[in-house]
């Protein structure tokens, strides 16, 4: 089973392909590609399909590459605006245990 390269393919919209190949984005890469029994072979993701077990790989397969897919979340400004949305004021030095708190 193959993803005939989309997988990488797409994550190049949103990141420089450099970025997933080094740091925390390419451990989490690993990682997945690993608990899921997935290879990249060049790019290309490929799972294998041990004895006619069609729909255990391809649950298999779709997680990993759905796992792979979430190093677009780690986006800088994706985070900075998360957490900005949590703890509103934080940004601005009102947040817990300001000056002003006291």
Excluded at 69 to 91: C, K, N, Y
Aim: charged residues 30%.
């Amino acid at each position: 089973m193959s993803d005939e390269g989309h997988t990488y393919m797409h994550l190049t919209y949103d990141l420089d392909e450099k970025d997933f190949q080094k740091g925390t984005r390419q451990k989490i890469i690993s990682s997945a590609l690993s608990a899921f029994r997935v290879e990249d072979r060049d790019g290309e993701l490929i799972a294998r399909v041990a004895e006619d077990r069609f729909g255990d790989a391809l649950y298999s397969f779709v997680q990993a590459l759905l796992k792979v897919t979430d190093v677009t979340f780690l986006t800088r400004e994706r985070v900075r605006s998360t957490f900005h949305g949590r703890l509103p004021g934080a940004h601005r030095g009102n947040g817990p245990g300001h000056a002003t708190d006291l």
